[in-house]
């Protein structure tokens, strides 16, 4: 039993992690991609509510956040809502 709860866990794991790369892929799609791209950091707030930080900068310790949103994305990943906007940039 325990056993089938860690497997659980690591495939609930392991799709967070492949809908926070589409969500990454669709901003950067969007956006364009900024010179001195560090990061695109999607963190999931709840659900299927997610913050996305557009990092850039030479390294961690002087990145800076030059895009931030609050994304709401289906069960596979596909944005279907963001505040603000996406829009291209870059």
């Known amino acids: 039993m325990a056993e089938q709860r860690e ?3 690591d ?12 969500i990454r892929e669709q901003v950067i799609q969007v956006l ?14 709840w659900e299927d509510h997610y913050r ?3 990092l850039v900068g030479p390294d961690a310790a002087s990145a ?3 895009n ?5 994305s289906d069960s596979d990943g596909k944005i279907i ?10």
């Open 68 to 72: 931030s949103y609050f994304l709401r």
């Open 52 to 54: 996305v930080n557009v």
């Open 7 to 9: 497997e659980h866990k």
């Open 32 to 45: 364009g991609e900024p010179a001195g791209l560090h990061k695109v950091q999607v963190r999931r707030l």
């Open 11 to 22: 495939l609930e794991r392991h799709r967070r992690e492949t809908q926070k790369a589409i």
């Open 81 to 90: 809502a963001s505040n603000p906007k996406l829009a291209k940039r870059y």
């Open 64 to 66: 800076k956040i030059v």
